[in-house]
């Protein structure tokens, strides 16, 4: 229940910051702001959604298979303005970071721009991508005690939901069917696989930042 007002909250707040910066929308960082505030308006509506239902199928008004649903809907919807947001920030500390630094460079927006949107609608279509597949995996081997979606854990699951191209890369590594996953060696590669993306996905936006951070920190001592 408390999510439903926190995401209304996020809501409203994100829709005034998108009008704030809309008149400036020509401008590269007024431009990442809106980004930032669009993308976070995008994970709002998901929770939004997704706890409604919950609390729905939790007091037996709708049947759990809307859950399964809404999760399809906030894979769409919600996990690409998560990426997004992720990516804008990042964008917008190292633009912020380099101007800084070298505050008469050349800096060519347009190109900048171009290369964020390319990224947001990869993003985008990586999520798509991975709803199919785990709409077309999930009936057929959730329920499957051999197979390894059924052994990964809640947790690990979850972590690799974020990630956009996760069932896409998983199940061409180590695909579900036959006997592709009972080896050793292809368990191997399935797990090599998981803790690459893992760290790649949690560790470098957060070592970018603390990065930018630190030579903000440098300079502005100045």
Do not use: W
């Not at 007024?30 to 919950?54: C, H, N, R, T, Y």
């Amino acid at each position: 229940p408390l999510t439903i007002p926190l995401s209304i909250f996020v809501l409203v707040q994100n829709t005034i910051v998108f009008a704030s910066y809309f008149k400036d929308r020509s401008e590269f960082v007024p431009s990442l702001f809106m980004g930032i505030a669009l993308a976070d308006i995008l994970k709002a509506q998901g929770e939004l959604v997704l706890a409604v239902v919950s609390v729905l199928v939790f007091n037996k008004v709708i049947e759990i298979e809307h859950l399964y649903h809404s999760l399809y809907y906030y894979s769409v919807t919600a996990l690409p303005g998560v990426n997004c947001s992720k990516l804008y920030n990042i964008v917008l500390s190292t633009s912020l970071t380099c101007k800084l630094v070298n505050p008469f460079g050349a800096s060519n927006d347009d190109r900048k721009r171009k290369v964020v949107l390319s990224l947001s609608i990869l993003i985008t279509l990586l999520h798509l991508i991975d709803t199919i597949m785990f709409y077309d995996v999930h009936s057929k081997y959730f329920n499957d005690k051999e197979s390894y979606l059924y052994n990964t854990s809640y947790l690990m699951f979850m972590l690799l939901f974020n990630i956009p191209g996760t069932s896409l890369l998983l199940i061409l590594v180590c695909h579900p069917s036959g006997d592709h996953c009972s080896t050793s060696k292809n368990m191997v590669y399935y797990y090599y696989t998981v803790t690459t993306m893992l760290g790649a996905y949690y560790l470098i936006p957060t070592l970018v930042v603390i990065t930018c951070m630190v030579i903000q920190k440098k300079y502005l001592r100045r």
